[in-house]
């Protein structure tokens, strides 16, 4: 009996396997990576009845092509890109039955940088330390710690019967080339003067080409804190680092654990996702929340992806 999954034609310029992520592990240095887009990540999971934490894959700015070793359900969701089955449109957010034999291809993306590509009960990829997750940098999870290869295989279970839905347009998100992001100063905040840091809150910044999974890099007006560096100490998702330059560098899924420059604040973690979705040359500003207002937030958005049911399309 042949091998049930999917072969890699092409790989794409950057395409990992993912789960929710790899948590608890900081103590050892070991960082969280998962879905940079989290929101695009769940929904590809849950338009295929899947658990919400399965392995799929993020594909960053595309090129992916797949031979299809089974027959199963297929879902993309994430930035807008060309997804074609046996060079046929198909639409994204919305299930698809694929059959062994059929080559899957995702162009580049049009908006967003990211996409997601999940199968019908996830593929089967062992744990590295509780997740699936890929981080490069360290050299664990997916396949061999790295990116996906050429005649790599995806291997997952056939899938004639399955739960299949469709989101509707106007629930998906959008993803756009200017954005305001949400910010919690943090408890370093007292090395920025009220100076410095209206200058960061009224102030357009743009993306750099040096953003990546680790951390995005901006390029606007410099701000500067009355130190230049502090004992190194964990650091959170979204942490917004000042180093000397005055850039200001927001940390991702892929951040070190520990860094030694001052925080001006951390970045409500649905916006991270915002971010992560746009390319270089991409504008953004920032604007001062509370730590309330994060909260009321990320429940608000949990409750509305709870309460939106996509269509039945199997």
């Known amino acids: ?14 395409t990992l396997i993912q789960d929710a992520g790899r ?3 900081h103590r ?18 849950r338009l295929l009845g899947n658990d919400l934490n399965s392995s799929l894959l993020e594909v960053s700015v595309g090129g992916l092509v797949l ?3 089974v027959d199963t359900y297929m879902v993309v969701t994430g930035a807008d890109i060309p997804f074609k089955v046996n060079g046929l449109e198909r639409e994204c957010w919305h299930a698809q039955k694929i059959q062994q034999g059929d080559r899957i291809e995702l162009g580049f993306a049009t908006k967003g940088a990211r996409a997601y590509l ?25 396949i061999d710690g790295g990116k996906l290869q050429q005649d790599d295989f995806l291997y997952c279970t056939e ?13 998906r998100p959008q993803y756009d080339e200017h954005a305001s992001l949400r910010v919690i100063c943090g408890y370093q905040q007292h090395l920025f ?3 410095n840091k209206r200058i960061f809150f009224s102030s357009e910044y743009e993306v750099t080409d040096r953003a990546d999974r680790m951390g995005y890099r901006l390029s606007g007006p410099e701000v500067k804190a009355t130190v230049d560096g502090i004992l190194s100490e964990g650091i959170c998702h979204g942490a917004i680092q000042i180093p000397a330059d005055g850039q200001p560098i927001v940390l991702l899924n892929d951040r070190q654990t520990i860094g030694g420059y001052p925080k001006i604040g951390s970045m409500l973690s649905l916006d991270t996702a915002k971010m992560a979705q746009m390319m270089p040359g991409a504008k953004v500003s ?21 309460r939106t049911e996509p269509d039945k399309v199997n």
């Open 1 to 14: 009996m042949s091998e049930m999954g999917f072969k890699v034609l092409q790989p794409g310029l950057l």
């Open 23 to 25: 948590f608890g592990h």
């Open 28 to 45: 050892i240095g070991l960082t969280t990576g998962g879905p940079l887009d989290t929101q695009a990540f769940k929904w590809a999971n």
């Open 67 to 69: 031979e299809s070793h």
């Open 118 to 142: 999940a199968v019908s009960g996830g593929f089967e990829i062992e744990h590295s330390f509780s997740s699936s997750a890929t981080v490069m940098r360290e050299g664990v999870g997916g």
């Open 159 to 171: 899938v004639n019967e399955a739960r299949a839905y469709r989101l509707a347009e106007h629930h």
């Open 193 to 195: 003067s009220e100076h």
């Open 286 to 306: 920032f604007e001062q929340i509370t730590i309330d207002d994060a909260h009321n937030i990320q429940s608000l958005t949990q409750k509305k992806f709870e």
